[in-house]
């Protein structure tokens, strides 16, 4: 079984930084790129960042641009996703997911997904 499970959220004030982390098991990393989304109360799933397997390709949203880097060790299989200045509008829970084929920015075209981790950042 597949898992990916996501770790370093927290409460930060604004302007602060968070570095969040995603611990993919099985072989996710040998057959999927890797993205982060977000999702804040009353609102869809939002696009974040993603990166593919040679790690030369990265996505951002307009939203997080300058302000988050995303990265990856193949062989450690993990995810990070580097957080910096950051803004209320930020707050948000956050998830890594597993890609297989699709448009990059759209939640659809993943197929593995993890069980969040709740970023705060406050006034």
């Known amino acids: 079984q597949v898992q990916l499970v996501e770790s370093g959220g927290g409460l930060v004030q604004a302007g602060g930084s968070l570095r969040l982390s995603c611990a993919a098991s099985?072989?996710?990393?040998?057959?999927?790129?890797m993205g982060w989304f977000r999702q804040a109360p009353g609102k869809e799933r939002e696009f974040v960042a993603h990166?593919?397997?040679?790690?030369?390709?990265?996505y951002y949203a307009d939203s997080v641009k300058g302000r988050c880097t995303i990265s990856r060790d193949n062989a450690e299989n993990t995810v990070i996703l580097q957080m910096s200045s950051l803004k209320p509008e930020d707050t948000a829970i956050y998830y890594c997911?597993?890609?297989?084929?699709?448009?990059?920015?759209?939640?659809?075209?993943?197929?593995?997904w993890g069980q969040g981790t709740q970023v705060t950042v406050s006034s």
């Open positions: 997911a597993a890609r297989a084929s699709g448009s990059v920015y759209s939640s659809g075209s993943y197929g593995y």
């Open positions: 099985g072989r996710t990393f040998r057959t999927h790129t």
């Open positions: 990166i593919m397997w040679s790690g030369e390709g990265t």
